[in-house]
């Protein structure tokens, strides 16, 4: 018999989760492809390394764009690749858990279910992206408080207050990691006449990038290809061009938390006033971000130990207590 699998398939980063054996892989959402014969040449960190680096008949493909899939027959590659490396054969078929963003329509949440049937599952069921992350931060879910959680991700950004099981309020931004990247590579070509590629500007805002001035500014210096000689040019950058460059994505992820909290309930709002708000996604990691949500809103924020893992770790809780955990799943979710 097959262990039941929970797999947070994220714009960026695909986490998968095995019940009974914890975290199996954790690898950027990323194929090669032969793009002649279709055939895959990689997937995950591999593949990731390979993005702008590829000759013609050789594609680094992202399946999903905002969280949905943008690319059907790529992702059901990616899945069945993914079920192949948990030990999933034709006689051991899983259960499979899949972490999708609340903002995904039914047509795109029957898509994700549609492709991971395809891919070999024996049934799958879906849940909501920021009520697994409050369950993998700890949070009390199932009690009556106000638990207000801040994900943010590669393609999609969410803010849910969650109380007794359900998602209370709920403001979706599809603005997410990837954005910031591609924010960084046009303020460069604005800036310096100089382009960069997805890899590089990923780099440098892991490097200096920040939504809150630092004590101590940093800098990093680049290597891109300048747009009027073509030739490589060296530039230094600093952490508060950075901040600048990315301004306008994030003052979306605060402006989405101020909306959430105001559309909320009053005793819920009380509770989230008492116990904080919580910081989770691997965007989350943007240094300074927790303290811009903090000042607009005037509530405290935590980030969470695992900001990256949360997602995953609390579909891996349902999948430990199963029949228990059904109730918070999608409705659409479907036997296979």
């Known amino acids: 018999m097959a262990r039941d699998v929970a797999i947070d398939l994220g714009t960026a980063n695909t986490l998968v989760y095995q019940r009974g054996r914890g975290i199996l892989f954790a690898e950027p959402t990323v194929l090669a492809l032969n793009k002649e014969t279709g055939a895959v040449l990689a997937m995950g960190e591999e593949a990731w390394h390979m993005i702008?680096?590829?000759?013609?008949y050789i594609v680094a493909v992202r399946p999903l764009?905002?969280?949905?899939?943008?690319?059907?027959?790529?992702?059901?590659?990616?899945?069945?690749?993914?079920?192949?490396?948990?030990?999933?054969?034709r006689l051991a078929r899983p259960?499979?858990?899949?972490?999708?963003?609340?903002?995904?329509?039914?047509?795109?949440?029957?898509?994700?279910?549609?492709?991971?049937?395809?891919?070999?599952?024996?049934?799958?069921y879906l849940i909501e992206e920021p009520m697994a992350a409050a369950i993998g931060a700890g949070l009390p879910?199932?009690?009556?408080?106000?638990?207000?959680?801040?994900?943010?991700?590669?393609?999609?950004?969410?803010?849910?207050?969650?109380?007794?099981?359900?998602?209370?309020t709920n403001t979706p931004v599809r603005v997410g990691g990837f954005d910031l990247d591609a924010a960084i590579t046009t303020y460069l070509r604005r800036e310096y006449a100089i382009a960069v590629g997805e890899r590089t500007a990923e780099r440098i805002k892991i490097a200096v990038g920040s939504a809150w001035p630092l004590q101590n500014e940093e800098k990093a210096e680049l290597r891109g290809r300048d747009l009027a000689?073509?030739?490589?040019?060296?530039?230094?950058?600093?952490?508060?061009?950075?901040?600048?460059?990315?301004?306008?994505?994030?003052?979306?992820?605060?402006?989405?938390?101020v909306e959430c909290l105001g559309a909320s309930p009053p005793d819920l709002v009380q509770d989230v006033l008492l116990n904080g708000i919580t910081l989770t996604g691997g965007g989350g990691m943007l240094s300074g971000l927790d303290k811009l949500i903090s000042q607009e809103t005037e509530v405290p924020v935590h980030v969470t130990?695992?900001?990256?893992?949360?997602?995953?770790?609390?579909?891996?809780?349902?999948?430990?207590?199963f029949d228990q955990a059904r109730?918070?799943?999608?409705?659409?979710?479907r036997r296979g």
């Open 141 to 168: 879910v199932h009690e009556p408080l106000g638990n207000l959680v801040v994900d943010v991700g590669g393609g999609t950004s969410e803010v849910a207050l969650i109380s007794l099981g359900g998602m209370v």
């Open 229 to 257: 000689s073509g030739l490589p040019k060296n530039v230094v950058i600093t952490s508060e061009e950075i901040r600048e460059a990315v301004a306008e994505q994030v003052r979306a992820v605060v402006t989405a938390t």
């Open 95 to 124: 259960r499979v858990l899949v972490c999708v963003p609340s903002a995904l329509t039914e047509v795109e949440r029957r898509a994700v279910e549609e492709a991971t049937l395809s891919a070999g599952a024996r049934s799958c």
């Open 65 to 89: 764009r905002s969280g949905a899939i943008s690319d059907f027959d790529v992702t059901e590659k990616l899945i069945r690749l993914i079920l192949q490396r948990s030990g999933v054969t």
């Open 305 to 321: 130990e695992q900001p990256l893992e949360s997602v995953v770790l609390g579909a891996g809780k349902c999948l430990e207590s």
């Open 52 to 56: 702008g680096r590829t000759p013609g």
């Open 327 to 333: 109730s918070i799943f999608l409705d659409s979710s």
